[in-house]
């Protein structure tokens, strides 16, 4: 069955789609699954064996520039690649109007989310399957019974990310890995909570990796550690090198970002702080411990992060 998934990003919200791939995988004999993707997250769908191949897209920036001969081009190479094969199913995973174009551009079946069930209801008027899903509940959920829906079968068993083959053997020196930075100032820690949380995290012998993405997270990263020993700022890395530093670290402590959903996807003890965002649709999630604290306009204490630290780092915290 050849299967076409359009999800474009983002970061977190495409590790959230894992466990749907993995499903469908288990489900579906002879599953051959291509995948729509952003260009700045096309390494997620190549770390799952079921997919087939990645079909990569530039919406964020073909959009500067819409009209340019260069963007008219890459937009007719990706339509000309779609329409190239027919799809048993096209499933939208998405559900918004900036990625009706790919789906409309592929021939198959074309499932997605009824009119009452996603964001943005006029996405279902493309659909020729609509399926109603329970809106407030969380990501790794929906997607999970959405894709039941689509190929009819029955979710059961804890979310499987199909990360393992991410994790390393190779010995290094125990360290926890800090996301100290957000897209928005909202949602920022106190620096003096994140001190806190690192003198508990030395004082168990491990070292501090920060990560930083732009040069203003990187000035902040660098002021937060500033004089502190083995503690450093990590250069600015692939998708899948940063996979790598996550998978190999004791715990993960971050606002609630992609990189931190990635830490915890990958079995990886997640500690997330929650403050302009809820973890009521986006809590983090994984099979070691995890822990999503704090919530919409509430900012978790300093006591609540440093409590699920020390269970984290208990014998018993992954159990």
Same mark, same amino acid.
């Given at each position: 069955?050849?299967?076409?998934? +359009? ?7 495409? *590790? ?41 897209? =530039? ?5 500067? @520039?819409?009209?340019?001969?260069? &963007? ?29 174009? !790919? ?36 990501? +790794? *959920? ?8 689509? !190929? ?8 499987? !990310? ?7 053997? =190779? ?6 890995? *800090? ?8 949602? #920022?820690?106190?620096? @003096?909570?994140?001190? =806190? ?26 002021? #937060? ?11 600015? @890395?692939?998708?899948?090198?940063? =996979? ?15 990189? &931190? ?6 079995? &990886?003890? &997640?500690?997330? *702080? ?15 411990? +995890? ?7 509430? @900012? ?20």
């Amino acid at each position: 069955m050849r299967i076409l998934i +359009v999800r474009t990003s983002s970061l977190g919200d495409l *590790i959230h789609m894992l466990p749907a791939i993995t499903d469908i995988e288990r489900h579906v004999p002879n599953a051959v699954i291509d995948w729509v993707v952003e260009e700045n997250f096309a390494e997620i769908p190549r770390w799952h064996q079921a997919v087939e191949d990645t079909i990569v897209v =530039a919406h964020r920036r073909w959009r500067r @520039s819409w009209w340019s001969a260069k &963007t008219r081009f890459e937009r007719k190479v990706v339509v000309d690649r779609l329409q190239s094969v027919n799809y048993d199913i096209v499933l939208d995973m998405q559900g918004l109007l900036k990625s009706i174009g !790919f789906v409309r551009a592929a021939h198959g079946v074309k499932h997605g989310l009824s009119w009452t069930s996603t964001q943005e209801s006029l996405c279902s008027l493309f659909y020729d399957v609509k399926h109603p899903v329970a809106f407030h509940q969380p990501a +790794v *959920i929906r997607q999970r019974l959405l894709a039941a829906a689509t !190929f009819g079968y029955t979710v059961s068993g804890q979310p499987d !990310f199909g990360l393992d083959h991410l994790a390393t053997n =190779a010995p290094v020196a125990p360290y926890a890995v *800090i996301m100290p930075s957000a897209s928005r100032d909202d949602k #920022l820690w106190p620096a @003096s909570d994140w001190q =806190a949380v690192f003198d508990a995290l030395q004082a168990h012998g491990l070292g501090l990796r920060l990560l930083a993405g732009n040069n203003a997270e990187q000035a902040r990263a660098e002021g #937060l550690i500033e004089a502190r020993s083995n503690a450093v700022v990590t250069p600015k @890395s692939s998708l899948t090198e940063l =996979a790598a530093l996550l998978a190999g670290a004791r715990v993960m402590v971050g606002l609630d970002s992609g990189l &931190t959903h990635l830490a915890a996807a990958l079995g &990886t003890d &997640t500690i997330g *702080i929650y403050k302009a965002s809820t973890p009521a649709r986006t809590p983090v999630e994984g099979r070691g411990f +995890v822990a999503s604290l704090g919530n919409q306009d509430r @900012s978790p204490s300093q006591g609540e992060v440093l409590e699920a630290l020390r269970a984290a780092l208990s014998p018993s915290g992954a159990e």
